[in-house]
């Protein structure tokens, strides 16, 4: 089966502009997760979707934000982007992360210059 | 605060020989803990999943061990090949779908 498939792969934006990120989940999967990576934090949580209803947030700012769709299908926005938003950016979904854990995307690669 | 040690040094070990990776917490009790592989510029790979009632899990040349006394995950990788080289995460979970990762340790095999 197709595993998560993000779009864009990489991204060159100037700071002060937004982005959207896109994920597409596997098929059945509803619960979709997107987390910031970065060297010198590591993977740190963003938010989850399910169902279309943010159920877990991480501590970000409110620059951050995502939604989820019918199809699962999610976006993330960040808006007035700053430098240390370059990261690469992980969605994953899961039926049950307490059963099969997280499949991940690619990631796209975020560049703010 | 919940804290996830790993070590953020690399781990070099010629081929063939066993790899163990570790894994530590402190203040919280996870109900399981799970092992993930990354490459670099790619996403993290599930490997493994242990739950707190479980001692050991194997899987093929993998296998884990949880010590809910020690607060401690032990991950070897047996008969280890250049192709193990990766950096491994790990992320003990207390409930639900939101995962915390330790940093990660940088796995070198050489040949």
């Known amino acids: 089966k197709a595993g998560v498939t993000q779009t864009p792969r990489y991204l060159i934006k100037t700071r002060g502009q937004q982005v959207t990120l896109s994920c597409s989940p596997i098929s059945g999967h509803r619960s979709v997760s997107w987390y910031q990576q970065t060297p010198g934090q590591g993977l740190q949580f963003l938010f989850e979707?399910?169902?279309?209803?943010?159920?877990n947030k991480g501590n970000f700012p409110g620059r951050f934000s995502g939604r989820q769709f019918s199809n699962s299908r999610s976006e993330m926005n960040v808006s007035t982007l700053e430098l240390g938003d370059s990261a690469l950016y992980l969605c994953?979904?899961?039926?049950?992360?307490?059963?099969?854990?997280?499949?991940f995307g690619s990631g796209t690669r975020l560049t703010v210059v | 605060s919940q804290k996830i040690e790993q070590n953020s040094e690399a781990l070099n070990i010629q081929e063939g020989k066993t790899a163990t990776l570790t894994c530590n917490y402190t203040n919280y009790s996870p109900a399981y803990l799970q092992w993930y592989r990354q490459d670099p510029g790619r996403g993290p790979v599930f490997l493994l999943l242990?739950?707190?009632?479980?001692k050991e899990k194997r899987k093929e040349r993998l296998k884990v061990t949880f010590d809910t006394t020690l607060k401690q995950s032990l991950f070897h990788i047996t008969a280890s090949q250049p192709a193990d080289s990766a950096t491994y995460l790990c992320?003990?979970?207390?409930?639900?779908?939101?995962?915390?990762f330790g940093g990660g340790t940088r796995l070198m095999v050489k040949p």
């Open positions: 994953a979904s899961s039926s049950d992360v307490r059963v099969g854990g997280y499949t």
């Open positions: 242990i739950r707190e009632n479980e």
């Open positions: 979707y399910f169902s279309e209803t943010q159920r």
């Open positions: 992320a003990p979970n207390n409930a639900g779908n939101m995962l915390t």
